[in-house]
């Protein structure tokens, strides 16, 4: 019950960090949803028939719990990518601690190899999206959510 409950909250947070919680938002490279999927993404996780064209036409299309199906199934996928780093769980890179709630967003923004990247860097390579944001910035961010 309790784990459940942190994870609400985290992709709640989450959501709210992306888009203010917005199910319908759009933002200026094309990414939309609560929780702001490309549309390769949709596509790498086989919701081929989900596009910015047909959401922006009917946004209808891709509901607010789709969304939230398409952001747990990426979250799993994000988890099975990242298995060969828990050895960093625990560890501190450039002042900020390894958690997997960490990860998991980090992995949200960036994807799981620019995430992979700053960890075998030691954070040297801190890879940030077109508004600024890094992997570092949501390794700090999201590092207190308890998903264990």
């Not at 994000?78 to 890179?93: A, C, P, Q």
């Amino acid at each position: 019950m309790y784990h459940e409950s942190e994870f609400e909250r985290f992709i709640n947070d989450l959501g709210f960090r992306e888009s203010g919680n917005n199910w319908l938002s759009i933002n200026r490279i094309g990414c939309f949803g609560e929780w702001q999927f490309s549309e390769s993404t949709l596509r790498y996780l086989g919701f081929k028939k989900i596009t910015l064209r047909k959401f922006r036409a009917n946004p209808s299309i891709f509901p607010r719990e789709l969304q939230e199906k398409v952001l747990r199934a990426l979250i799993r996928v994000n988890r099975v990518l990242l298995l060969d780093y828990d050895h960093y769980l625990g560890d501190t890179i450039q002042g900020v601690r390894i958690t997997r709630s960490g990860m998991i967003a980090a992995s949200h923004l960036g994807g799981a190899g620019s995430l992979k990247k700053f960890l075998d860097s030691g954070g040297k390579i801190n890879r940030k999206d077109v508004l600024g944001t890094s992997i570092y910035d949501y390794m700090r961010i999201f590092c207190n959510y308890e998903l264990e």
